[in-house]
Structure formats: structure tokens, C-alpha cells
């Protein structure tokens, strides 16, 4: 009875594959809590949290896991009580850890996900985890920033090759192609879709006003809201459950790993790719 309204949203077998999923959920802010929360409620069965902060009181503007009774206690261990509350059945994992570079084959590596939401705002370790993921044949979904951002009727989806006007996941893609040796293109139109799925706002972002926030490190940065990063939580958690609940959530398209082959060896020899052209 506790998920039945899934079943009939989603049909015939989804109950069963929703519950048989294994979900990382890499960043427990704004975005990754509501994302993870939507998971639990639609019955997905087994999801692991990686954060290493605490709840700040700086954090109650945005994130699920922020209440005064919280402030102190670490984010992923807040939430994995909800999820519990929400379904005591649910098989949550816990990893006190941000996920970096030099550690991200170990935290994705040792449990058989089906998919990984990366919901971190480091383009460096944001493409750490995609590339990992790729090379594993791990369903990956990524957001960009939804810091800054007032409508959230302007949070979408697209393949992250194609993705246009967002600078994280410009950042992002840029490494993926000078580090990782991923495919170039002129322009995100022009690009060969990566079979990565990235949630992103197409709003020009509200920069921060001067003068306003506090000497804490949690003060700093763009201003947010709950319906902003909320959105793009909840859009995440839409296209997470509608994959996972067709019992075939897809992979990254498998040329990118035949392409990173090609790419160490013509690095070997001394080709280049083509340079870069997108801004």
C-alpha cells in the first residue's frame, strides 16, 4: 500500500524494478537531500549517501536536511533517518566522505550501482565521478548550478554534451575533453550526445549582492532558495525513477570509452585533438 500510487503511475513491474535499484546519491546539499528524499518516495530500495558535512544553520534556506533540532549533525546521517521513516524497508548506506579525484574509484567501485546522481559543485571531482562512471557502464546524472537562480520554470534536461549556457557544467566538459580525452565539438549543438543526463537551468543566474552574508564559509557563495534548488532536485529524482523504473536505466554511450582508448594512443604518438572552441 505505501507505494501503490507508484505502481499505478508507472505501470505493471515498476514496483519491483524501483525496488531492486541501487542508487549513489554523491552530495547531500540543496539538490542531492530533495533529490535523495523523492527516491525514497517512490520506492526506490536501496540508496547509499556520500557527504562528509554537517548541517549549518546557514543551510535551512535550501536543504531538506537543515532544521534546528539538526544543525551539527552530519547531513547524510539526518537524511538516512528520513528515508527509514519514509520506508523502514529501504537499505540505506551511509559514507561519511566527499568524493574527490584521488578517491572516487573506491567510494563508486564497491557496490553494484545501478546509477549515480552527482549532485557535487566541483568540476573537478564532478568530472572524476563521470568519467568513473562511463568506465564502469554506470547510469550517471549530473546537475549543474542552481545557485543564484529564481525561476525554477527554467530548470531542464539534456544530454550533457549538448548542454548550453551553464558555467559548471562548461567547466566541467572542458576537462572531460583536455584530461579525459573526451570528443570535441564546435559548438553544444553540433556535439555527439555522451548518453549523460544533466539537469540545468537555462536562467542567467542572480549574482550575490554585496554586502550580504556572514564570516562563515556556509555564508559565502551565490544567494539560494529552496525552490530553486528544490526544482532541480525533484527534476533529478523525475528522470532517476522514470529510468530506474523501466528496469533499464542506460549507461554512457559506449563509443566515449572507445574514444579514451584512442586518445591514449594517439597521445602516445603525439596527436592532438582538435583545440577546443566552446566558450
Not at 549574482?207 to 562563515?216: E, I
Amino acid at each position: 500500500p505505501r507505494f501503490h500510487g507508484i505502481a499505478r503511475l508507472f505501470g505493471p513491474g515498476s514496483l519491483e524494478n524501483l525496488s531492486r535499484a541501487n542508487v549513489c546519491v554523491v552530495g547531500i546539499g540543496g539538490v542531492g537531500s530533495w533529490a535523495a528524499k523523492a527516491l525514497a518516495r517512490s520506492g526506490v530500495g536501496s540508496i547509499t549517501l556520500v557527504d562528509m558535512d554537517e548541517v549549518c544553520v546557514t543551510n535551512i534556506n535550501r536543504q531538506l536536511v537543515a532544521l534546528e533540532s539538526t544543525v551539527g549533525r552530519f547531513k547524510a546521517d539526518v537524511l538516512r533517518d528520513r528515508i527509514l521513516d519514509i520506508n523502514p524497508e529501504a537499505r540505506v548506506r551511509v559514507l561519511h566522505d566527499f568524493v574527490t579525484s584521488e578517491n572516487v574509484e573506491d567510494v563508486l567501485c564497491g557496490e553494484a550501482y545501478d546509477m549515480v546522481l552527482d549532485c557535487i559543485d566541483s568540476a573537478v571531482d564532478k568530472g572524476a565521478i563521470i568519467d568513473t562512471c562511463v568506465q564502469k557502464g554506470i547510469c550517471i546524472l549530473t546537475v549543474g548550478a542552481a545557485g543564484g537562480m529564481l525561476d525554477p520554470t527554467k530548470v531542464c534536461v539534456a544530454d550533457f554534451a549538448k548542454v548550453d549556457g551553464d558555467a559548471l557544467l562548461g567547466r566541467t566538459r572542458r576537462l572531460l575533453r583536455k584530461d579525459y580525452g573526451y570528443p570535441t565539438a564546435r559548438s553544444p549543438k553540433e556535439a555527439r550526445p555522451w548518453g549523460v543526463y544533466a539537469v540545468y537551468s537555462t536562467e542567467q543566474g542572480k549574482k550575490s549582492l554585496p554586502g550580504v552574508g556572514g564570516l562563515r564559509k556556509c555564508d559565502s557563495g551565490f544567494g539560494t532558495a529552496t525552490f530553486g534548488t528544490g526544482t532541480f532536485g525533484f527534476v533529478l529524482a523525475s528522470v532517476a525513477t522514470q529510468l530506474l523504473a523501466s528496469g533499464t536505466p542506460r549507461p554512457p554511450k559506449p563509443f566515449l570509452r572507445r574514444r579514451l582508448q584512442h586518445s591514449e594512443g594517439a597521445a602516445a604518438t603525439g596527436t592532438e585533438d582538435p583545440p577546443l572552441v566552446e566558450p
